[in-house]
């Protein structure tokens, strides 16, 4: 199984990035996705995941309406839209599959896991 992630770097604070995630080696179509950050001398935490139909979603509360997650299946690959970024938002920014999705959270415990790509927002 390989998890990539592209599309992070600098962008001033109010501006977007978009950031994708390709798997490969399992059955993406059927697989919750999802994106986790972390920031220096924080844990990890979960943005935004996306069950397997496209339509359920979570979010963060600090990245709800400026982040949007969606899914292409047929090109095993996910997204990251991120909209009127805030210095806060400055992390390294993971793909995760086989995510688990409850209504307050996002776990990536048991899944699987990209390398990271760093989103630095300066003020």
């Known amino acids: 199984v390989q998890v990539a992630e592209t599309g992070g770097g600098l962008v001033q604070a109010g501006g977007s990035l978009r950031l994708s995630c390709t798997a490969s080696?399992?059955?993406?179509?059927?697989?919750?996705m999802g994106w986790f950050r972390q920031a220096p001398g924080k844990e990890r935490e979960g943005v935004a995941c996306?069950?397997?139909?496209?339509?359920?979603?979570y979010y963060a509360d600090s990245v709800k309406g400026r982040f949007t997650i969606s899914r292409d299946n047929a090109k095993s690959t996910h997204y990251l839209q991120m909209n009127n970024l805030k210095p806060e938002d400055t992390a390294t920014y993971y793909c995760?599959?086989?995510?688990?999705?409850?209504?307050?959270?996002?776990?990536?415990?048991?899944?699987?896991w990209g390398q990271g790509t760093q989103v630095t927002v300066s003020s």
């Open positions: 995760a599959a086989a995510v688990t999705i409850w209504h307050d959270r996002c776990s990536g415990s048991g899944s699987y």
């Open positions: 080696g399992l059955s993406f179509r059927g697989l919750p």
């Open positions: 996306i069950m397997w139909d496209d339509i359920t979603t």
